[in-house]
């Protein structure tokens, strides 16, 4: 059965949950893109109004194309390209089909929030005897244009409710899920919006790009030569066309030891980490952090506490850099929020002490997205039923909340946010939860220029 424990905190996250839904296209009013007037944003900017229940806001997924070409014509792009969705036989192809002169050149993260109550309190589409039932939501999606080109905008209705997709599951055996997350998973019948970008703006944060010049220069470390490329803001190449100076940024801070300590995410980071390091004569260790049968408040501090001792024992921890992940995806499948609150509690002063007697390097790395489109079997009977995004987004919240506070000098490397628009690059076609190689590498490639600052 759901826990009803969380309730009192899912409208505090509502505001910072990147992800919202839209009830019916009918009842949508979409406002012409522009840039804001009142502001000296540069960011683009589309407001859309949507019906939903009156007291519980519904939950977008949206994810922002680009194309570049001399041919390419925003019309015909958006026809022929179309967000993905649930089907009874899986999900539909989110690959646009291949357009003369069109080249799918970025994959940018937007940022969708909910705009404030107008002033004349809420506006009831339903109204039941005295009761408004219904209500319009209006929210703010923005984006970065670093690129001339077709922005196309894809919307996907992907929670009914943002309170229910927050909810804990229980998975005793002697209990019983009654309820679900509310996934839906469902194109907006006007999916994909278009945008011509003609004078591009520098871009707020980093994003994802294909380079036409550079296709086969990563293909040595076994990805794909059209794989896309992590890009900083600053339009600095950080990823896998990078490679060679892992190595001497390594080198420059006089690595020995990586120690990564976390769920299957760490597993999956630990490959492409020491492929790249490994020239480097850096050892990169991998300790699973993913107590059985599930996340408890007890199991996990305990196992943290346990290998933080066994690994000061020798002296080496003084050239030990750490990375930690709390099994944050692992907490949102199976875990209760206010445990895994209660374990940062405790677990954080521990990587805080370990920092400061050890003089190593500790640093939190960000639970990464996860994505229920590419799960193809029924969440109804799966045990991936509370794994949503809105709830990875709040235990993150909770844990960067707490670090500062409790950790001051544990530094945090946002993987979410490279991860959050990448679902086209699943680890296998039904993975919700694990990227694919050129994703990860790309990830290790940030980790590896923040652990030892970019020497």
Same mark, same amino acid.
């Given at each position: 059965?759901?826990?009803?424990?969380?309730?009192?905190?899912?409208?505090?996250?509502?505001?910072?949950?990147? +992800?919202?839904?839209?009830?019916?296209?009918? $009842? @949508?009013?979409?406002?012409?893109? =522009? +840039?804001?007037?009142?502001?000296?944003?540069?960011?683009?900017?589309? $407001?859309?109004?949507?019906?939903?229940?009156?007291? !519980?806001?519904?939950?977008?997924?949206?994810?922002?194309?680009?194309?570049?070409?001399?041919?390419?014509?925003?019309?015909?792009?958006?026809?022929?390209?179309? $967000?993905?969705?649930?089907?009874?036989q899986g999900t539909s192809n989110l690959e646009c089909p291949p357009m003369s002169g069109c080249i799918e050149a970025a994959l940018l993260q937007p940022s969708v929030k909910?705009?404030?109550?107008?002033?004349?309190?809420?506006?009831?589409?339903?109204?039941?005897?005295?009761?408004?039932?219904?209500?319009?939501?209006?929210?703010?999606? %923005?984006?970065? @244009?670093?690129?001339?080109?077709?922005?196309?905008? /894809?919307?996907?209705?992907?929670?009914?409710?943002?309170?229910?997709?927050?909810?804990?599951?229980?998975?005793?055996?002697?209990?019983?899920?009654?309820?679900? %997350?509310?996934?839906?998973?469902?194109?907006?019948? @006007?999916?994909?919006?278009?945008?011509?970008? =003609?004078?591009?703006?520098?871009?707020? /944060?980093?994003?994802?790009?294909?380079?036409? %010049?550079?296709?086969?220069?990563?293909?040595?470390?076994?990805?794909?030569?059209?794989?896309?490329?992590?890009?900083?803001?600053?339009?600095?190449?950080?990823?896998?066309?990078? @490679?060679?100076?892992?190595?001497?940024?390594?080198?420059?801070?006089?690595?020995?030891?990586?120690?990564?300590?976390?769920? %299957?995410?760490?597993?999956?980071?630990?490959?492409?980490? /020491?492929? *790249?390091?490994?020239?480097?004569?850096?050892?990169?260790?991998?300790?699973?952090?993913?107590?059985?049968?599930?996340? $408890?408040?007890?199991?996990?501090?305990?196992?943290?506490?346990?290998?933080?001792?066994?690994?000061?024992?020798?002296?080496?921890?003084?050239?030990?850099?750490?990375?930690?992940?709390?099994?944050? +995806?692992?907490?949102?499948?199976?875990?209760?929020?206010? !445990?895994?609150?209660?374990?940062?509690?405790?677990?954080?002063?521990?990587?805080?002490?370990?920092?400061?007697?050890?003089?190593?390097?500790?640093?939190?790395?960000?639970?990464?997205?996860?994505?229920?489109?590419?799960? /193809? *079997?029924?969440?109804v009977a799966s045990n991936k039923v509370c794994m949503t995004e809105p709830r990875v987004e709040m235990l993150n919240k909770i844990a960067a909340q707490r670090l500062s506070?409790?950790?001051?000098?544990?530094?945090?490397?946002?993987?979410?946010?490279?991860?959050a628009p990448r679902e086209d690059d699943p680890m296998s076609p039904t993975d919700m939860r694990h990227n694919g190689l050129a994703t990860y590498l790309e990830m290790a *490639?940030?980790?590896?220029?923040?652990?030892?600052?970019?020497?």
């Amino acid at each position: 059965m759901i826990s009803t424990g969380v309730k009192s905190v899912c409208f505090v996250c509502s505001s910072v949950i990147l +992800l919202f839904v839209l009830k019916q296209p009918s $009842t @949508t009013q979409i406002r012409d893109i =522009a +840039l804001l007037p009142e502001t000296n944003d540069l960011r683009k900017h589309v $407001t859309i109004q949507i019906e939903g229940k009156a007291h !519980d806001a519904p939950v977008l997924s949206v994810r922002v194309l680009v194309y570049q070409g001399e041919l390419c014509d925003g019309n015909s792009l958006r026809k022929s390209c179309r $967000t993905r969705s649930v089907s009874s036989q899986g999900t539909s192809n989110l690959e646009c089909p291949p357009m003369s002169g069109c080249i799918e050149a970025a994959l940018l993260q937007p940022s969708v929030k909910l705009m404030p109550e107008p002033s004349g309190g809420l506006k009831c589409a339903l109204f039941e005897g005295n009761l408004c039932r219904r209500r319009l939501w209006s929210f703010d999606i %923005s984006f970065s @244009t670093p690129l001339p080109g077709y922005y196309l905008v /894809h919307i996907r209705k992907e929670y009914e409710s943002l309170a229910q997709s927050l909810l804990d599951c229980s998975f005793d055996a002697l209990k019983q899920t009654s309820q679900l %997350s509310g996934f839906v998973g469902e194109a907006f019948a @006007t999916s994909p919006l278009v945008v011509h970008v =003609a004078l591009p703006t520098p871009a707020d /944060h980093g994003y994802w790009m294909r380079d036409p %010049s550079a296709a086969a220069a990563c293909q040595h470390l076994g990805v794909g030569a059209q794989h896309y490329h992590w890009m900083e803001p600053d339009s600095t190449t950080v990823g896998c066309l990078a @490679t060679k100076d892992a190595t001497q940024w390594a080198q420059a801070a006089q690595m020995k030891q990586i120690v990564i300590l976390g769920d %299957s995410v760490g597993r999956e980071l630990w490959g492409p980490i /020491h492929q *790249l390091l490994h020239p480097a004569g850096v050892e990169v260790r991998y300790i699973e952090l993913k107590p059985k049968p599930f996340p $408890t408040r007890r199991n996990v501090l305990e196992a943290v506490r346990h290998h933080l001792a066994e690994l000061a024992t020798g002296g080496a921890a003084r050239h030990t850099t750490l990375l930690v992940n709390p099994a944050s +995806l692992w907490w949102c499948a199976f875990g209760y929020v206010e !445990d895994y609150a209660w374990a940062l509690d405790h677990i954080l002063p521990l990587l805080e002490e370990w920092n400061r007697s050890t003089q190593g390097r500790v640093f939190l790395w960000t639970g990464t997205a996860v994505y229920p489109i590419n799960y /193809h *079997l029924s969440l109804v009977a799966s045990n991936k039923v509370c794994m949503t995004e809105p709830r990875v987004e709040m235990l993150n919240k909770i844990a960067a909340q707490r670090l500062s506070v409790l950790a001051p000098h544990v530094a945090m490397i946002d993987l979410w946010f490279m991860s959050a628009p990448r679902e086209d690059d699943p680890m296998s076609p039904t993975d919700m939860r694990h990227n694919g190689l050129a994703t990860y590498l790309e990830m290790a *490639l940030v980790v590896i220029r923040t652990i030892t600052n970019g020497s």
